[in-house]
């Protein structure tokens, strides 16, 4: 029905520019997806359209199998793992993939993010988990689904709504949200993450973890129940 995703499609290419807009992305590399739950459909970027010549109308419906539901254009190459990861955590309602220099970095080196400082425990009470390099039998299957179950895998202990990000293993970082909007944002703060430990560890190679009482006390004041950042409604 011409018009039924219109409101979807404008969320999606809204967090879409959001991207180029931060910095994360240059060219056609990353994309960003949001999701209706009522519907059981999300909106993606087209695979490799350049954000300067996007509009929302390119946006294109795709159900939570990855097939094509309303749309013109070809989805993004990553469709598939954006489909795991809102059948895996049904809370979500957005998801970002990006090469930003330095998350990227993190996860062609392997390496989870350590909470080296208070600026990292504002936001995360642990480390940004990176996820097991994928098998080559993975790899010469579903690899993009594949992806998505290795970032599940990565968080069987890990609650994806207190840790809305990961790197993959050789690839990159993936962000989520309760909104597209939200998982921009989480990839902004992932992308400063990445680049404050890069740049801590360069100035201090032996720099210590954040005590845990601290990382404890900063995270608290921001999330939950007895919360104390902000303004009360």
């Not at 994309?31 to 109308?57: C, E, H, Q, W």
């Not at 097939?67 to 469709?79: A, F, I, K, N």
């Not at 957005?94 to 989870?112: F, K, L, N, P, Y």
């Not at 939200?182 to 993450?193: Q, S």
């Amino acid at each position: 029905m011409p018009g039924a995703f219109t409101e979807l499609r404008r969320l999606a290419h809204e967090a879409n520019q959001a991207l180029p807009a931060s910095g994360l992305v240059k060219y056609a590399f990353g994309n960003a997806s949001a999701m209706d739950r009522g519907r059981g459909v999300f909106a993606i970027k087209p695979s490799g359209v350049p954000y300067t010549a996007l509009r929302p109308a390119d946006m294109v419906i795709v159900d939570l199998d990855g097939r094509l539901v309303d749309g013109r254009l070809s989805p993004s190459s990553d469709t598939r793992t954006h489909a795991v990861l809102y059948r895996s955590f049904p809370a979500i309602g957005g998801i970002v993939h990006t090469h930003s220099t330095h998350a990227t970095a993190w996860a062609q080196a392997g390496r989870s993010i350590p909470v080296l400082g208070t600026t990292h425990a504002d936001h995360l009470d642990r480390d940004v988990p990176c996820t097991r390099p994928m098998s080559p039998k993975a790899i010469r299957g579903d690899y993009e689904a594949e992806t998505g179950k290795a970032i599940v895998k990565a968080f069987r202990s890990i609650s994806p709504a207190e840790t809305p990000m990961v790197l993959v293993f050789g690839h990159g970082p993936f962000t989520w949200g309760a909104t597209a909007e939200k998982a921009v944002y989480h990839a902004v703060i992932l992308e400063e993450l990445a680049k404050m430990a890069f740049l801590t560890l360069g100035i201090n190679p032996r720099a210590p973890r954040l005590n845990r009482t601290l990382v404890s006390r900063h995270f608290n004041r921001k999330h939950g129940k007895n919360a104390t950042y902000g303004q009360k409604p």
